[in-house]
């Protein structure tokens, strides 16, 4: 049986409104007043520091050293930082008291929530193929539900994880798909999908019973360690740090959805992989590639995270042409029809 063929595609998707943004509150509200690219507000920057080797901390996979940069001459180092909290102190929402101390300890804690790269060779009735087809019609039933954006993250994690402990057969991953988007559902929204329409959405192959018996065995696997640092919640920052047009939201969480599919990547951490989107969809736009701003609150240089970005961009380019969810996805105007140009930008 030709693997592509194993997961049902859910119906199609419901209308929206074209004009409706439901990634609007990621995009910065901007006075004309101000300079179009990235700082005001700005404390100075410490000049780089050379070589630093990085690595993945479940990997062997090392990252390439940062060159040096003479002087200091690109835009990164030469221009100031802005105080992005300051204009949300009065916000009780926005948290500006502690959101630096948050984003410290989603750094650390990513580093224990990441799964091991290799993990699937120790699956032999699954393979990565059969992963990227389960991930991509997820996006598909997490569009049609109108879901948040942290649920899909979540429900993707949840899948790694629990594949990274327990062998699964190729009947029962879909299984664990449904299961892990219940869980994350219940963990993430106000009202979750009920376990009937998740039955349905399967075309009956599984019961109520099936559904619910796969959670309890995800959670007690996990043993109830469901938190984490998803990549989202790394975008939501960076794309405040970049000053982040609608444009740039809608690109950046284009590509950062289609990091979701690739096995591959999991070699990079959430934090990475968010600002790679990032960066991509900045140069993608005409701006420039990295700030001072993002610097100093991603705490990553440009030099680490473009080569993060070119395997960000190789991936999406030899995906496979069944992997279609994303870029449908992104082709309505409801998200800018951002999937039907090329992120042809030369890094």
């Avoid at 699964?168 to 991953?173: C, D, E, G, N, S």
């Avoid at 959670?215 to 007690?220: A, C, P, R, S, V």
């Avoid at 700030?291 to 380019?317: D, G, M, R």
Wanted: glycine share 4%; with cysteine; aromatic share 8%.
């Amino acid at each position: 049986m030709n693997q592509f063929n194993i997961l049902p595609r859910p119906s199609q998707p419901a209308e929206h409104d074209d004009d409706d943004m439901s990634m609007s509150g990621l995009v910065e509200s901007r006075d004309d007043n101000n300079k179009d690219d990235d700082d005001s507000d700005r404390d100075g920057m410490a000049a780089p520091p050379a070589d630093i080797p990085l690595q993945h901390p479940t990997s062997n996979i090392s990252f390439q050293t940062i060159p040096s940069v003479e002087s200091g001459t690109t835009y990164q180092y030469t221009g100031e930082a802005d105080n992005i909290d300051e204009r949300d102190a009065n916000d009780h929402l926005c948290v500006t008291e502690y959101v630096q101390d948050m984003y410290h300890h989603f750094c650390i804690k990513e580093k224990t929530t990441s799964v091991r790269p290799g993990y699937m060779d120790n699956q032999p009735r699954i393979n990565e193929g059969m992963r990227s087809i389960l991930v991509d019609w997820l996006v598909d039933v997490h569009l049609k539900f109108e879901l948040v954006p942290e649920t899909l993250y979540l429900n993707v994690s949840i899948i790694d994880r629990y594949l990274e402990s327990s062998q699964v057969t190729r009947q029962k991953l879909q299984l664990v798909g449904v299961a892990a988007l219940l869980i994350a559902s219940k963990y993430e929204e106000i009202y979750p999908p009920d376990i009937g329409d998740l039955v349905y959405i399967c075309d009956k192959a599984y019961t109520k019973k099936d559904i619910v018996q796969m959670e309890e065995t995800i959670l007690k696997t996990l043993e109830y360690r469901i938190t984490i640092p998803s990549a989202h919640a790394f975008l939501v920052r960076y794309l405040k740090a970049a000053h982040a047009d609608r444009k740039i939201v809608q690109l950046s969480c284009y590509i950062l959805d289609g990091t979701l599919q690739s096995y591959n990547l999991l070699h990079y951490l959430p934090s990475q992989l968010a600002a790679a989107a990032v960066l991509i969809a900045r140069k993608r736009v005409g701006r420039n590639s990295w700030s001072p701003t993002l610097l100093k609150y991603s705490s990553y240089y440009e030099e680490e995270i473009i080569h993060v970005a070119k395997a960000v961009l190789y991936e999406k380019t030899t995906a496979s042409r069944e992997l279609r969810a994303v870029n449908k996805k992104y082709s309505s105007q409801r998200y800018g029809s951002v999937a039907s140009a090329p992120l042809d930008c030369d890094l």
